[in-house]
């Protein structure tokens, strides 16, 4: 679990990746594979191998060929292999993510209802006056979502406004939001609440 704050006069932003690995999915110490080697020390059945004295077939004549007779041969269907499924993009931000992604050579990110309920909770709750600005139960929400066993949460929040390519910009001038922008994941989800004084604060959740 990784967690970093950047503090600046206009602007915030804070990182939290967790990967969760159930402990009923982990090998025990004592774990391992074995072969079984075939064939070593063990008694062949007989007629696998032929004797040496066994004598060879002789030829068989064939048979003359049967006339041939135009049949028609029915085409061979071809299926059409399996299309990935379309990137669905429904915010700047996630564009801006999968921009990102694209310069590392990695896949894009597509959209997810789920991460996005959990994106508009915590950018809300953040945006709520008294609150203290910190990652709270974004990640185990993201989890809820059941989209993988590693998720992360990117936040931040920017004085004036929203403002989507300077706090991608922030998020990838630091590792610890850089790492979740390209860590291995396949979803995402972005929201924007802004307070009354006009602060924006984003929450962009990760599986």
Partial sequence: MRILAWLGVFAVVVALGAAVIPQTLRPSPSAHLQTAPV???????????????????????????????????????????????????????????????????????????????????????????????????????????????????????YSGGINDSKLNAMFMASPEHKANILGPYHYVATAWAVRSDGTAYIAVEFG
Avoid at 58 to 73: I, L, M, Q, R, Y
Avoid at 84 to 108: C, E, G
């Fill in 39 to 157: 064939g070593f020390g063990l008694a062949l059945p007989h007629g696998l191998l032929p004797s040496p004295a066994a004598s060879i077939p002789t030829a068989v004549k064939p048979s003359p060929a049967a006339p041939k007779t135009n049949v028609p041969v029915a085409p061979k269907k071809t299926t059409a292999a399996p299309s990935r499924p379309a990137i669905v993009v429904r915010s700047t931000q996630q564009a801006l993510i999968n921009q990102d992604r694209a310069r590392y050579h990695l896949a894009p990110l597509t959209w997810s209802t789920c991460l996005y309920n959990v994106a508009r909770y915590e950018a809300a709750h953040l945006a709520t006056p008294g609150v203290a600005f910190k990652h709270y139960d974004g990640v185990s929400r993201d989890l809820g979502c059941h989209l993988g066993r590693q998720v992360g949460e990117n936040i931040g929040w």
